[in-house]
């Protein structure tokens, strides 16, 4: 039955930030990336099919029958209390002290992203990102209506200059920056993992110019080289904590299906988050939360986190062999240490998102690097994602995608 | 470990908006009502105990494995296909003609209140709302800081020349109203339905008025006695389908711990609450509504609610008996024919939430008038949810009310 109508009866209806929600062009490739006949380096998606069904179907049964009153009830909007107990056990294994009260668990990371923009933005203001930045991060911040400043990175993340004279600029015109926000590990969407020197160097500046830093750490339990790097919430906390409000989400720990992520704060903030969080769903899904304690709760848990990162790191060692193998001159990309996703530069002629339409015809899909801007650039940049693929596929993929890189080249030779 | 710090460090970071989210007393008494020495009639939560454990288990077993590799990933932001033509079914059986494409499932009824305020309140904007309202919307719809315009009720619910008389107002000050909010049956707080007549009259005032009707319906089939009435939705879809955006939530026809509610709306007005979506949570739960998709899929959920109507209505009418039996003249309370809740007026003398630290103390809980009310009205009202006690226990419960009720009149006439 065809639905379209053309004429928007309701525009005299919407407010101005629904002219500011934009579809994140993640979130439209996710309909490609789930054609089986795709091979995808679009959405970030963890390999679930690599998790043993058979003890999650014991975790499951167990929220059911053991306390299902409570699994299927109303939750506290602050989260379920024994949950976050085995968060404060799971981050310690990453330096982060944090207690119960510190802690409020979100629908996803991307409700905790929605929150902090919520409690933080009013229209006009200013706040500062990381340049590519998570485009899930830029469309939460948006529909709140800020000036997003955007940072150049470079090999060691987020440069300093720019972000120390952007500082002192604001400051000079006498505005509060509300947060800079950042993913200091295996960047979404660069790659890149912020140097402790950086670390240290940005804590200083939220200090100095009365700030917050946001930071993101999904991927951090996903390395596979390299000795861990210090949270900058770690040496926050060495610190009196008042600087860093630290986020993450079970999507890459477990799965995306059960829309579980957590944001740790000074108590006071975590109260007008839990106020947020009565606002947007009331709480997160006592269900979900229940599976979630089941599951941190078998040691097992570990065991699950090594076997992601076997598979990951073979399939980011395929994708990292193959481009190299494959890709013509003139192209660089991100060597990440972990994480998901590997940022490519293609040469400046080139237009990322007009070569995905080719890419597409050829059974393989990224996201073009401009979602990932606050501001237009980006345009012969892209993400590709090595976690959702098999070595062999990424090879295939990569080869596609470069034969298509190396005709357009040509063309563009041929036409100088 | 104390925590206490009583200075907000952080106070000059937060947006204005943030001032303008105050803790639902709804939520704030979910601590009390949790606690197993205490009679509550505070929290509308169902009665998830009755629920057949073992079917559920066999849903959330085919959640995990039949389809886990799609239930443990991320999913579409406008929800889960498969489950979408399920509440198409389902919303027939209350005669509402919906297709797939009109349907964005959302986290919960309250993800669906945020949405809808998200995408059409502006700050200073003029919605409208029936009053008392429902608490947890009220809330939703402040952190957008529009002004909340409220019409009262009677027995057949909002009042129209009142709610005629304003918007005639409005409109002569040039003011679009976003929208009128209403839960037409079975209110939350009041427990009263919506006349026929009036809904046909709203509807008309809706389009003279060029504005839309929120219509929530968590209760709608939940009822106890008398024949249904129809949706504002199915009046509306005899007119092109223009003036009403319809919701409901699977938290009184399941359990609430799944978070899933949903919207049916024009789909240009999908579109834009689907870009609410991913800058909210991305998605709702997969594995949430895998599940709902499998207890739909199963002709037994229809049992389901025959049961918890006749659980709820024996309810229901024990706590009427035994109001008429216990409480003192000079009270008064709704009848309602389904859904959770009675509400309550005590004499003019009495405040409701002096009151309930008394009824606490005496092991009853309940909410007081006053969060139902954009203004500060509700004073002497109560909310009384029948749904959650045993009937011994509902008798027990408003005995120990109208004793400490009868006390306290008795008090203020030795003072008079």
Not at 128 to 155: Q, T
Not at 193 to 211: F, G, H, Q, V
Not at 284 to 306: C, G, H, L, M, V
Not at 348 to 357: M, Q
Request: aromatic share 12%; charged share 25%.
């Amino acid at each position: 039955m065809s639905k379209k109508i053309t004429f928007d009866y309701w525009k005299h209806l919407y407010a101005h930030r629904t002219g500011n929600m934009y579809s994140s062009e993640i979130r439209d490739l996710l309909a490609l990336s789930a054609r089986p006949d795709i091979i995808s380096f679009a959405g970030g998606n963890p390999d679930v099919k690599s998790l043993d069904y058979h003890k999650l179907e014991k975790y499951v049964k167990r929220a059911l029958l053991v306390d299902g009153d409570i699994s299927l009830q109303y939750g506290s909007s602050e989260g379920y209390y024994p949950f976050k107990t085995k968060l404060v056990e799971v981050m310690k294994l990453e330096g982060i002290e944090a207690d119960e009260e510190d802690i409020i668990v979100t629908t996803g990371g991307q409700q905790a992203l929605d929150l902090i923009a919520k409690i933080f933005i009013n229209i006009n203001d200013y706040i500062i990102v990381e340049s590519p930045s998570y485009a899930g991060a830029l469309n939460s911040f948006k529909s709140y209506e800020p000036n997003i400043i955007d940072i150049p990175i470079d090999k060691n993340g987020i440069r300093l200059k720019e972000l120390e004279k952007k500082l002192e600029e604001l400051k000079n015109k006498d505005i509060q920056v509300k947060f800079i926000y950042l993913v200091p590990n295996f960047s979404n969407p660069s790659g890149v993992t912020l140097s402790l020197p950086r670390r240290k160097k940005i804590l200083e500046m939220a200090k100095k110019y009365n700030t917050l830093i946001i930071e993101d750490n999904p991927y951090g339990m996903l390395r596979y080289e390299g000795q861990p790097v210090p949270t900058i919430k770690e040496l926050d906390s060495k610190n009196g904590s008042k600087h860093v409000l630290y986020m993450s989400t079970l999507s890459k720990l477990l799965a995306p299906g059960f829309r579980i992520g957590w944001i740790v704060a000074p108590h006071l903030i975590i109260e007008k988050l839990t106020l947020g969080v009565q606002a947007a769903d009331l709480c997160t899904s006592s269900f979900s939360q229940r599976i979630a304690f089941e599951y941190f709760s078998d040691p097992a848990w570990k065991d699950n986190i090594k076997n992601f990162i076997k598979i990951y790191s073979s399939r980011r060692d395929t994708m990292l062999k193959s481009l190299e193998e494959y890709f013509p001159e003139g192209s660089s990309w991100s060597k990440p240490k972990g994480g998901f996703f590997i940022w490519l530069k293609l040469p400046e002629f080139l237009n990322s998102k007009e070569i995905l339409a080719d890419a597409i015809r050829n059974k393989v899909a990224y996201v073009p690097g401009s979602g990932f801007y606050a501001s237009n650039n980006g345009y012969n940049e892209a993400r590709l994602a090595f976690c959702s693929e098999s070595p062999k596929d990424i090879e295939k993929g990569i080869k596609i995608l470069a034969n298509i890189i190396k005709d357009k080249i040509k063309l563009y030779k041929s036409f100088k």
